[in-house]
């Protein structure tokens, strides 16, 4: 059995755009291919194949459709949240932490600027 390289991963919100952003570190340039509810997945520039990041915009509104098909790419990586005690966790765990601590604010989380 191949051991799962877990990414860490910076995830930022940005309040007033209703935009929240994850970052898989270190950054890379990279391009973007959207998937449906304004779910965008960030390739690197020069490894198009290679999955650097993901956007989602009006976050709070398109929550609700997580389960969807098609909404949410279907990768096989697993994220520690810097600055977070999320380890580990899969995308859709990821979004459903931020969705509690950045939109419902059952953690205090300030928001910041987009990246």
């Known amino acids: 059995m191949v051991k799962q390289e877990v990414k860490e991963l910076e ?30 997945v960030r390739y690197d520039w020069n490894h198009p194949t290679q999955i650097v990041g993901f956007e989602w915009l009006d976050f709070s509104r398109y ?23 999320l380890r580990n966790a899969s995308l859709k765990e990821v979004l459903r932490w931020a969705y509690e601590k950045y939109v419902l604010q059952t953690e205090q989380a300030p928001s910041i600027s987009p990246p």
Do not use: C, Q, W
């Not at 007033?16 to 779910?39: G, N, Q, S, V, W």
């Open 11 to 40: 995830v930022r919100y940005h309040s007033a755009k209703d935009t929240l952003y994850l970052r898989i570190l270190p950054p890379h340039p990279a391009r973007m291919e959207e998937t449906d509810y304004d779910f965008y």
């Open 63 to 85: 929550f609700s459709v997580l389960e969807e098909p098609g909404v949410i790419p279907n990768v096989d990586m697993h994220f520690d949240v810097v600055g977070a005690d």
